[in-house]
């Protein structure tokens, strides 16, 4: 099954021009290439017709069990391009592993690993042209799987799908890394105690929200959930974690409760300090720790961590009675922004990979 050949359906692909003014300014999440990736899953005959296929919509029945009770989970990891012209991605098997591991509670499949990274080596390869070699430029990878069976029973699914599409992506931060503001939801949460928090589906997404239109409201870029039992233990992000570092350099970020996401830059980043001699603590954080670390000068950088904007500076934290935590104009923090140009110059070649977290997908143009 890991052996399962691709057939290749070759796209029209966009003209250079065309394709060279996208990838001048993509955005984020805009544009996308010429081709995807399809793989096809049937409790009777496993996965089966590997596809690399133009780019474009899937045919959908109305009844598909998506639709009716979101079945739904995905990846998100990078291609770069390194200055020599040729492509990596960071970390693809701890996506495949992720993935895999929210299969299991959505009641999806599990895929082959070897099958999620061979599925997003065929797609990079084929549309190459579309990994930027700007600054901060890269591909933005989504893997993805769907139950499509046509069924309104409430049951684990019997047919699902596995596609990667892709998207150019520019500077998250254009005109430097901008520290935020970020708001401290209350009273609604993301996910709660044996729920599919630690999974990477859509609807963890969907009930995130409304507590970002709340947050856009208060001036913040972000919101930060806390543990829905306690109210005060801080879990993450909508869609990044969370660390706080203390005076003395140790990181400090939320244990893997059950309720957070095991983010694999959150990973990286701790293995980075570590090798740095850096402290890092996992365990439980709460509001009133950060606030009063911040008061008594204990706690002096915080910052949220993800595959798409890497590193973003934590400035303020905001709640309904008013401004909790504020760094002022000592934020982005200099722990922060180290551990940011480490980790970005892993990912684009400046600096070494002493892990071995790249995989080598493209090599440089000079060398075909
Ligand atoms: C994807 C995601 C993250 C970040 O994970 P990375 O692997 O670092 O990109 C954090 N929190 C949530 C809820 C996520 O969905």
Redesign the pocket.
């Known amino acids: 099954m890991t052996d399962l050949a691709f057939t290749i359906t070759e796209a029209d692909r966009l003209p250079d021009a065309e394709r060279a003014a996208i990838l001048a300014d993509p955005g984020f999440g805009n544009h996308f290439t010429d081709h995807m990736v399809s793989i096809v899953w049937t409790r009777e005959a496993g996965w089966h017709d590997a596809e690399v296929v133009p780019y474009g919509p899937i045919p959908m029945d109305p009844a598909s069990s998506v639709l009716h009770y979101g079945q739904e989970i995905f990846?998100?990891?990078k291609a770069y391009r390194r200055p020599d012209g040729s492509i990596v991605t960071f970390r693809p098997e701890?996506?495949a592993r992720?993935l895999n591991e929210s299969a299991e509670r959505l009641a999806l499949p599990h895929i082959p690993e070897s099958l999620f990274t061979e599925a997003i080596r065929q797609l990079v390869r084929i549309d190459a042209d579309w990994v930027p070699g700007g600054a901060d430029q890269s591909l933005y990878l989504r893997p993805f799987m769907i139950a499509d069976e046509s069924f309104l029973g409430v049951r684990a699914a019997e047919r699902a799908r596995f596609l990667v599409i892709a998207s150019p992506a520019g500077a998250y931060f254009t005109g430097g890394v901008k520290p935020v503001s970020i708001w401290l939801s209350s009273d609604l949460a993301?996910a709660g105690r044996g729920g599919t928090?630690a999974a990477?589906c859509g609807g963890?997404?969907a009930s995130s929200l409304l507590p970002t239109r709340i947050a856009a409201e208060n001036g913040c870029a972000q919101v930060l959930f806390t543990d829905s039992a306690t109210e005060d233990t801080i879990d993450?992000?909508?869609?990044?974690?969370l660390f706080l570092v203390r005076s003395d350099g140790t990181l400090l970020t939320p244990r893997l409760n059950g309720n957070?996401?095991?983010?694999?830059?959150?990973?990286?980043l701790i293995q980075l300090a570590e090798d740095r001699g850096l402290r890092v603590e996992e365990r439980d954080i709460t509001v009133r720790e950060w606030a009063e670390g911040v008061a008594d000068g204990s706690i002096v950088e915080a910052f949220a961590?993800?595959?798409?904007a890497v590193i973003t500076p934590i400035q303020r934290l905001v709640g309904d009675n008013g401004l909790l935590v504020d760094f002022g104009d000592t934020a982005p923090g200099e722990l922060t922004m180290s551990l940011r140009e480490e980790l970005t110059g892993i990912q684009t070649g400046i600096r070494e990979d002493r892990h071995g977290w790249l995989d080598a997908i493209a090599p440089a143009p000079a060398e075909v």
């Open positions: 990846e998100g990891l701890a996506n992720r993301r928090g990477k963890n997404y993450e992000l909508g869609g990044m974690n957070i996401l095991d983010g694999i830059t959150r990973r990286s961590c993800g595959t798409a």
